[in-house]
Each structure stands twice: as C-alpha cells, then as structure tokens.
C-alpha cells in the first residue's frame, strides 16, 4: 500500500506564488506516474500536472493547457515527495488540489482512473 500525504496549500493573492507537496510512504516503485488534479467547488476534478518516472531515464512531465508555464511539477526520489510549484496563481485556480500516484506507467495520464493512490487533498484559494 501507498500513502499520500499533501501539504502547502492555503490563501494567497492573484499573482503569488504557492508550492505544493506530496509524501508518498509504503510501497516504492521503479517506474511510476505522479500527478497532481484539482477540484473547484461545483465542478468536477480535473487533471493539472503529472511526471512520468522511468528507472534510469528520468521523468517526462504533461501539464493542462490552463496552468502550461505557470505550473511546474517535479520529484525527488531520495525524499519520496512530488511538488507542485506554482506562480502566477488566479482566482480561477481555486480548488482543492490532490496528488495522485499510479504504480507502473499505463492508460492515459490524464484520467483519473489511470491512478491508483489519492492523497486527502489540500485547498488552495486565490483571491482577486
């Protein structure tokens, strides 16, 4: 089993900067998927980022069009913990922000349904 543990997230106003992270414990795997969705009030959960690991080639990174050159996700293996820094943060990127973990690399990185682990999600508010 995995756990996920978020943190980082909380109020910050249009413009600012926050940097997200996930503590992944349990079970390790040699290649895997992180990513990182997000949850407004009233809509549904939709992908942001995710990291593409692969023992001994290093990681390939995809992103949502509405955070492309905002939003930077990145891993440190040796800690065990995903991130998600983010800049020039919106209004509209208020949400609960939830990490996500698929052990071995399958299906598409954008469905949620691809992942195997979910963290308990931390909230993230933007304001104008």
């Known amino acids: 089993q995995v756990q996920l543990v978020e943190s980082g997230g909380g109020l910050v106003q249009a413009g600012g900067s926050l940097r997200l992270s996930c503590a992944a414990s349990?079970?390790?795997?040699?290649?895997?998927?992180m990513g990182w969705f997000r949850q407004a009030p009233g809509k549904e959960r939709e992908f942001v980022a995710t990291?593409?690991?692969?023992?001994?080639?290093?990681?390939?990174?995809f992103y949502a069009d509405s955070v492309k050159g905002r939003f930077t996700i990145s891993i440190d293996n040796a800690k065990n913990t995903g991130y998600l820094q983010m800049n020039s943060l919106k209004p509209e990127d208020t949400a609960v922000y939830y990490c996500?973990?698929?052990?071995?690399?399958?299906?598409?990185?954008?469905?949620?349904?691809?992942?195997?682990?979910w963290g308990q999600g931390t909230q993230v508010t933007v304001s104008s």
């Open positions: 990291i593409t690991w692969i023992a001994w080639s290093g990681g390939s990174r």
């Open positions: 996500a973990l698929q052990g071995g690399i399958s299906g598409s990185y954008s469905l949620e349904m691809s992942y195997d682990y």
């Open positions: 349990g079970r390790t795997f040699s290649s895997y998927r």
